[in-house]
């Protein structure tokens, strides 16, 4: 019996403790998923637990040096915010001696991680056609050159080293934190996001060697962007584009859908590695000799971050390696982090592709006018050396398509996916074309109107004007052209019925130049442009005065280059009727 009492009160403590265990465990959830003005400060509860890290933190980092991100602290967001964001304290015209000021500062939610080259200026845009999606203050509004480049003091103005601090200034966290929604509990959570396009990113590791936690003296890095990104963000959604190395519709062409450009080649000419296809070929020989030259002693790894293959050589190739550059992002972070598309998938089906990368994206449904416009807008950035100077030589694909073939058969088993292979793509020649001036895109009057309106109907219209009137009546771009063209129908017709006023003549000034000109020995008078287009025109005034020369206005001079023959007469009757004229 005595047994039977103890186990009942055994049985009842483990039981009130656990009633006040998931008491105190909904009082927490409470207070982080429905977050107040209290819990501002507060980052999110998933993040709680840290990983720890398995490098040092050197204390030799001098002032000089790329910043130390991996032993930076870890910023601690907001939970009201969809998008990364945190309040920073600053001091305001840098006046350390006042009361820090709260600002608020985001990091990109997504990241276009590459690769150059295959449409990520394109997709970008029409991503940040979403209302829901932002774009930034870089590069193309896309850009910023940050993790490989700018970083390290590549690209950015007399070498500066850019910190993290001054990236996050290139979001815009002002637009974001003044946009809110209410929730049902009263408190306001913004749905927001930002991102960024780098696609240099995902191959570009040439300053591995300046991350402090790397051995400059190893023929590989042991960190690369991929740990620093995931330092700074853990759950950043990541978005790589990709197409066939060799031949691919290339990011600059003027339609998304014309398949006949190429991607290695498109960044030849981007990045200035050359100027025409013959130069392309033998860059493409003298890279693979290097390349297999290297793997005799080194393994493709070694070759492209030991050697600095990414510039040593004269050509881009090693970007193309999808399978080596892809391997060490997917050691960093989860396959269901990162979006993988292929751009001949993405023009096929443009519609389902934006879709899905919507729903990757968790940003809400967009209505289907809104998603049509998006899917029409015109195409963005071009590479106009490219387009001017022909597809590449049969020879160079011939070469190129061999060289790929063993890593396209790598990234297809890594993917499990056999559309890797791009065994559906072939080569279609395109001869080099004709420049008489100055090549420029062309850009239709379409097009035109297409920017003119969008601008117009994010901005305040005015109903006082027929345009604005048109385009808030109209519910697309199409409907609202179809009204302008009918109202400058209307307007033409309306101006063809009203009957032209005769032209009139001037006699009194006809009579004047007439009185002037008789003179004898008399210097003719400067008669002005509206004076001389009336006197002329006159038909009686032509009958009697078949040729007259006329001294140009302002001029003292009575030189052979300043007389002008109005009437059309020859220059040798000219000369006679000059002679007699200025006789004294």
């Known amino acids: 019996m005595n047994k039977l009492v103890q186990w009942f009160y055994i049985l009842c403590f483990f039981g009130g403790f656990s009633v006040l265990f998931m008491l105190f465990r909904t009082d927490v959830k409470k207070k982080y998923l429905n977050p107040t003005l209290e819990s501002l400060f507060l980052h999110n509860a998933r993040e709680f637990?840290?990983?720890v890290p398995d490098y040092s933190c050197p204390s030799n980092v001098s002032e000089d040096d790329a910043e130390d991100i991996l032993c930076a602290e870890r910023k601690r967001?907001?939970?009201?915010?969809?998008?990364?964001?945190?309040?920073?304290?600053?001091?305001?015209?840098?006046?350390?001696?006042?009361?820090?000021?709260?600002?608020?500062?985001?990091?990109?939610?997504?990241?276009?991680?590459?690769?150059?080259?295959?449409?990520?200026?394109?997709?970008?845009?029409?991503?940040?056609?979403?209302?829901q999606i932002l774009n930034n203050f870089g590069l193309l509004n896309k850009e910023t050159w940050f993790w490989s480049w700018r970083r390290y003091g590549q690209g950015s103005y007399n070498g500066t080293k850019i910190t993290l601090?001054?990236?996050?200034?290139?979001?815009?966290?002002?637009?974001?934190g003044r946009t809110k929604i209410a929730l049902n509990d009263l408190s306001q959570y913004s749905d927001l996001i930002t991102g960024h396009g780098d696609p240099m990113d995902f191959w570009d590791h040439r300053h591995w060697r300046e991350i402090p936690q790397n051995n400059p003296l190893s023929n590989a890095p042991r960190y690369m962007t991929p740990h620093l990104v995931k330092h700074v963000q853990p759950k950043i959604k990541l978005i790589l584009v990709l197409r066939e190395p060799a031949e691919r519709a290339s990011s600059s062409g003027a339609s998304p859908r014309i398949n006949h450009k190429w991607r290695l080649y498109s960044h030849y000419y981007h990045g200035g590695y050359g100027h025409s296809a013959e130069e392309f070929h033998h860059s493409v020989i003298t890279a693979i000799h290097r390349l297999d030259e290297c793997m005799k002693y080194s393994s493709y790894r070694s070759c492209i971050y030991g050697y600095n293959m990414?510039?040593?050589?004269?050509?881009?190739?090693?970007?193309?390696?999808?399978?080596?550059?892809?391997?060490?992002?997917?050691d960093v972070f989860p396959r269901e982090q990162v979006f993988i598309i292929r751009n001949e998938d993405y023009r096929k089906d443009m519609k389902h592709s934006l879709l899905?990368?919507?729903?990757?994206l968790e940003v809400g449904d967009i209505s289907s006018n809104l998603l049509k416009d998006i899917v029409e807008m015109p195409h963005r950035y071009e590479t106009v050396l490219k387009n001017?100077?022909?597809?590449?030589?049969?020879?160079?694909?011939?070469?190129?398509?061999?060289?790929?073939?063993?890593?396209?058969?790598?990234?297809?088993?890594?993917?499990?996916?056999?559309?890797?292979?791009?065994?559906?793509t072939t080569f279609k020649f395109r001869p080099k074309k004709k420049m008489y001036r100055k090549h420029r895109p062309h850009i239709g009057p379409a097009d035109h109107l297409r920017t003119y309106y969008e601008k117009k109907r994010k901005s305040k219209l005015n109903p006082d004007s027929v345009?604005?009137?048109?385009?808030?009546?109209?519910?697309?771009?199409?409907?609202?052209?179809?009204?302008v063209k009918q109202h400058q129908q209307q307007r033409i017709k309306a101006h063809q019925s009203v009957a032209k006023r005769p032209e009139k003549i001037y006699h009194h000034e006809k009579r004047k130049h007439e009185k002037q000109m008789s003179g004898n020995g008399a210097h003719r008078q400067n008669i002005t442009i509206k004076m001389l287009r009336t006197v002329t025109n006159s038909s009686d005034f032509n009958k009697k005065r078949t040729g007259v020369v006329i001294r140009q206005e302002n001029n003292p001079l009575h030189d052979r280059k300043h007389i002008q023959n109005f009437n059309n007469r020859p220059l040798k009757s000219m000369r006679k009727k000059r002679r007699v004229h200025f006789q004294k």
Not at 165 to 176: P, V, W
Not at 402 to 421: C, H, I, T, V, W
Not at 468 to 482: A, N, P, Q
């Open 388 to 424: 001017i100077q022909g597809s590449m030589l049969n020879e160079t694909w011939n070469i190129l398509v061999e060289f790929f073939e063993e890593p396209n058969r790598k990234l297809a088993a890594m993917l499990n996916d056999g559309r890797y292979l791009w065994r559906d």
């Open 77 to 131: 967001f907001l939970t009201n915010f969809k998008n990364p964001c945190w309040f920073e304290e600053v001091y305001k015209y840098d006046d350390y001696s006042a009361e820090p000021v709260s600002e608020l500062r985001c990091f990109p939610y997504f990241h276009v991680f590459g690769v150059c080259k295959t449409g990520t200026t394109d997709l970008f845009y029409r991503l940040t056609r979403h209302p």
């Open 165 to 176: 601090d001054e990236f996050s200034r290139i979001f815009k966290a002002d637009e974001i």
């Open 467 to 483: 345009i604005d009137r048109f385009i808030m009546t109209s519910k697309s771009f199409g409907e609202w052209v179809e009204k």
């Open 310 to 330: 990414t510039t040593q050589l004269h050509l881009p190739i090693t970007a193309s390696l999808y399978y080596i550059h892809l391997q060490e992002w997917l």
């Open 356 to 360: 899905k990368l919507f729903s990757f």
């Open 49 to 51: 637990i840290e990983e």
